[in-house]
T-cell receptor, first 113, second 112 residues
Framework: SQTIHQWPATLVQPVGSPLSLECTVE??????LYWYRQAAGRGLQLLFY??????ISSEVPQNLSASRPQDRQFILSSKKLLLSDSGFYLC????????????FGPGTRLTVL | AQKVTQAQTEISVVEKEDVTLDCVYE???????LFWYKQPPSGELVFLIR??????QNEISGRYSWNFQKSTSSFNFTITASQVVDSAVYFC?????????FGKGTKLTVNP
């Protein structure tokens, strides 16, 4: 069966510091991968998605970037965090077959102070 | 453009009551898929159901049931005999190529 991991689970970072969040998927090959952000009490905002190694699509231009160095690894980064980057970050995967739905990881709660 | 509307921002019920969460969608696609997810306080989104546009049969899974009506572009979710563990935010979503369009979610609180 497929499993998706995210780490760290929680993170408190000062403004201006760098960020690296990691997501890995087990039990599948060639998944589509997604990064979402959820601000407190708000809906889901798609940040990036990837349909293959090195292929990244950005949905919202902002202070973040994403990379996919391996088939089942997706990394969200920032060089300098802003207060507005605080939120709950969710990674998700979906099979290549269209519209089977997305399956989410446990999330990372980021607080920027 | 595709859009999902969950008009109910918050719902509060007492345990054992039935509750229906509304979802209305807009799409010009003839083939599409609809989804419901549950987000408990822990934060992880849990997949509940996937329904394609050609299958209008209602689905029942235990205390959960879903009513899909293409004529009204709705995909409503009913919880029968609600329990405290059903307290969560519920999201409805619509497929758009390899992405999903999510509604803003409905926060359900089930009080003992």
């Amino acid at each position: 069966s497929q499993t998706i991991h995210q780490w760290p689970a929680t993170l408190v970072q000062p403004v201006g510091s760098p960020l690296s969040l990691e997501c890995t998927v087990e039990g599948t090959s060639n998944p589509n991968l997604y990064w979402y952000r959820q601000a407190a009490g708000r809906g889901l905002q798609l940040l990036f998605y990837s349909v293959g190694i090195g292929q990244i699509s950005s949905e919202v231009p902002q202070n973040l970037s994403a990379s996919r160095p391996q088939d089942r690894q997706f990394i969200l980064s920032s060089k300098k965090l802003l207060l507005s980057d605080s939120g709950f970050y969710l990674c998700a995967w979906s099979p290549l077959v269209e519209a089977w739905g997305q399956f989410f990881g446990p999330g990372t709660r980021l607080t920027v102070l | 453009a595709q859009k999902v509307t969950q008009a109910q921002t918050e719902i509060s019920v007492v345990e054992k009551e039935d509750v229906t969460l509304d979802c209305v969608y807009e799409t010009r696609d003839t083939t599409y898929y609809l989804f419901w997810y549950k987000q408990p306080p822990s934060g992880e989104l849990v997949f509940l159901i996937r329904r394609n546009s050609f299958d209008e049969q209602n689905e029942i899974s235990g205390r959960y049931s879903w009513n899909f009506q293409k004529s009204t572009s709705s995909f409503n979710f009913t919880i029968t005999a609600s329990q405290v563990v059903d307290s969560a935010v519920y999201f409805c979503a619509l497929s758009r190529s390899e992405k999903l369009v999510f509604g803003k979610g409905t926060k359900l609180t089930v009080n003992p």
